[in-house]
């Protein structure tokens, strides 16, 4: 591959690996062909590990990246070659790495067209030009997803803290397409440089602000006193955006749509905050005549018509098109601090809107009765992962699985289990299963066949989020359960609230008179999980120990502690 004019392959080899760049030789379809040292040692990884595998398969999922690998393509093979930041997964670490990839003129006329891959990784770089390019978007200068993302999760964790409100504004400018394309893109960009210049010089000193790419920026205001205060900033936005602005002597005039969501109330983490904020934004863009305003992000916004409908159609698609993953959140059992199971997390990564969590499509998928299919790909999942991490070394471990009511109510149900069971290998007495209150409540008889059959498979059973529904004390008594899942509802105010304590401490003592297992959802601090330690609680789960992870880094995380 390396032939050369001066004959001397080996030249170019020894080059090929020791500059100080990494680099990849992939075909047209992104498979990689050559990879050179130093692109192995930076992802810690072995040349078989990567030859022969896509490019995409290395690019961290949840880091979103400005533009997707469809458009990386697109814009390839149209001859240009494409610059940007994607953040690489090795084996142990992620690197944020500044990335040119060039077509290269085919060795000869019948071979395929190759691609050269070349990238520096930019977060160890001491030189602050470098890490600027990791960092912050070239045209805009204002911090890019990665660090956005990076810079909002810290603020949340000081929110959680210290208990103060973050505004999140999504916003989107209206006409700017219009404008690039009637003026051409030398005008676009000069325009979306001055709308960053007016962003910023309108936001305060706490405030984070991000370019996510096209007309989109972010803004997260930190530490506002009430929810609707970024209602007013939101304001101060609009009004400095539609300001006219002066472009190659041309005035030209904006508008824009902005989406608001508010930390706590709309969400606790990144994904969730941005895409609360995200479909505010598109409900007011799918307006027929966009105007200059903002919206505030509602619950019922996942269920407005138009975005509904487009969430629907996807969602129909989505299993086809292998978009579900599953996370999993380690339990820990509070006495040896070692984890004893993991729940399996849906998430649907959405081609456009990243992440979703289940809260925002699993009402949807019920009602559309999606979630049955996607209910079995889930558990499916979920014990082909737990099987596989037996075969690994990985002590065997308990795996819960979330069970929707609906799929609680399918009259085969348990010929469903059964076949997972047989089919995946796993040890029934491995996978519990989660189902909330309502299940039970609304048709108590049937509820119990049910439970009494999935017994009978030898599947534990969990009620999840106790203590938020009606199911009564006596009736839970007669039914075959195993565990308690105590709703992180009662959690959030520990050790503060004294009425939390008490009902907390009366749920425990219930448990134990009723031999069932407590787990604590929702642990997040430290001061919560020192209360619960002087309590009878078994277990516990929460973000204080370690958010839902990826199978792939739950498998490390549970490697490290086999050699604890
Ligand atoms: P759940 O079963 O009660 O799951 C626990 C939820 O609490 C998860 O949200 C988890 O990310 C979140 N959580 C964990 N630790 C903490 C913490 O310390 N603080 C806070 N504030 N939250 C914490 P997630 O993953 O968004 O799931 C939400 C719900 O969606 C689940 O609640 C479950 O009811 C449902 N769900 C998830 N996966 C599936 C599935 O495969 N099938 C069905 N039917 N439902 C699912
Ligand atoms: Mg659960
Ligand atoms: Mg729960």
Same mark, same amino acid.
């Given at each position: 591959m390396l032939e050369t004019r001066f004959g001397s392959a080996q030249l170019y080899e020894t080059i090929f690996h020791n500059t100080r760049e990494s680099i990849l030789i992939t075909d047209? #379809?992104?498979?990689?062909?050559l990879a050179n040292k130093i692109f192995l040692a930076q992802l810690k990884l072995q040349e078989q590990e990567v030859t022969?595998?896509?490019?995409?398969?290395?690019? %961290?999922?949840?880091h979103k990246i400005p533009s997707s690998f469809e458009q990386i393509w697109a814009s390839l093979r149209s001859k240009k070659s494409w610059q940007g930041d994607l953040c690489i997964r090795g084996k142990e670490n992620l690197s944020p790495l500044h990335v040119c990839i060039k077509p290269l003129a085919?060795?000869?006329?019948?071979s395929r067209t190759l691609y050269l891959f070349s990238a520096r990784?930019?977060?160890?770089?001491?030189?602050t030009v470098d890490r600027s390019l990791a960092?912050?978007? #070239? @045209?805009?200068?204002l911090p890019n997803r990665f660090l956005f993302k990076k810079k909002l999760e810290h603020a949340l964790e000081q929110g959680k803290r210290f208990q103060f409100n973050i505004g999140l504004l999504y916003i989107n400018l209206d006409n700017f397409k219009y404008i690039n394309k009637s003026y051409g893109y030398r005008a676009g960009d000069e325009l979306l440089m001055q709308v960053s210049r007016r962003l910023e010089t309108s936001a305060r000193k706490a405030d984070i602000l991000g370019y996510f790419g096209g007309d989109e920026f972010v803004v997260a205001l930190v530490?506002?006193?009430?929810?609707?205060?970024a209602a007013t900033i939101a304001n101060r936005f609009l009004v400095k955006i539609s300001l006219p602005f002066l472009v190659q002597q041309e005035k030209f005039n904006l508008g824009a749509s902005i989406g608001i969501s508010v930390f706590p109330s709309d969400g606790s983490d990144y994904e969730t905050l941005v895409n609360s904020a995200e479909t505010a934004m598109h409900s007011l863009k799918d307006q027929p005549e966009p105007e200059n305003s903002y919206r505030f992000f509602q619950q019922e916004m996942n269920f407005d018509s138009s975005i509904r409908l487009r969430l629907e159609s996807d969602l129909r698609k989505a299993l086809d098109k292998e978009e579900f993953e599953l996370f999993f959140q380690p339990i820990v059992n @509070?006495? %040896? #601090?070692?984890?004893s199971g993991l729940e399996a997390l849906l998430r649907w990564r959405h081609p456009q809107r990243g992440l979703v969590a289940p809260n925002q499509f699993i009402p949807i998928a019920e009602e559309l009765g999606l979630i049955i299919p996607i209910g079995k790909w889930a558990m499916q999942s979920a014990c082909r992962q737990a099987y596989a991490w037996q075969l690994m070394g990985i002590d065997p471990l308990e795996i819960s699985v979330n069970l929707s009511q609906i799929q609680f109510r399918d009259k085969d149900l348990l010929g469903k289990i059964k076949a997972i069971i047989t089919e995946t290998g796993?040890? $029934?007495?491995l996978l519990q299963i989660e189902i909330t209150e309502s299940s039970i409540s609304e048709g108590v008889q049937a509820a119990v066949a049910v439970l009494n059959g999935l017994k009978d498979l030898g599947v534990k059973i969990a009620i999840d989020d106790?203590?938020?529904?009606?199911?009564s004390l006596g009736t839970l008594k007669n039914? $075959?359960?195993?565990?308690l899942k105590l709703d992180k509802s009662f959690i959030? %105010? @520990?050790?503060?609230s004294s009425n939390d304590q008490a009902i907390v401490q009366a749920i425990l003592s219930l448990g134990k008179i009723m031999d069932l297992k407590v787990i604590a959802e929702g642990i997040e601090t430290r001061e919560q999980l020192e209360f619960l330690q002087g309590?009878?609680?078994?277990a516990y789960q929460g973000?204080?120990?370690?958010?839902?992870?990826p199978g792939k880094e739950i498998a490390e995380l549970l490697q490290n502690e086999i050699l604890k």
């Open positions: 047209g #379809q992104g498979k990689i062909l022969g595998k896509k490019l995409k398969e290395f690019v %961290s999922p949840t085919a060795p000869d006329p019948i990784d930019i977060s160890l770089a001491t030189d960092y912050f978007d #070239q @045209l805009t200068a530490n506002i006193s009430l929810p609707r205060l @509070l006495k %040896s #601090q070692r984890i796993i040890d $029934p007495s106790f203590g938020t529904g009606t199911s039914l $075959p359960v195993d565990t959030r %105010s @520990l050790p503060e309590t009878k609680c078994d973000f204080y120990f370690s958010h839902p992870l």
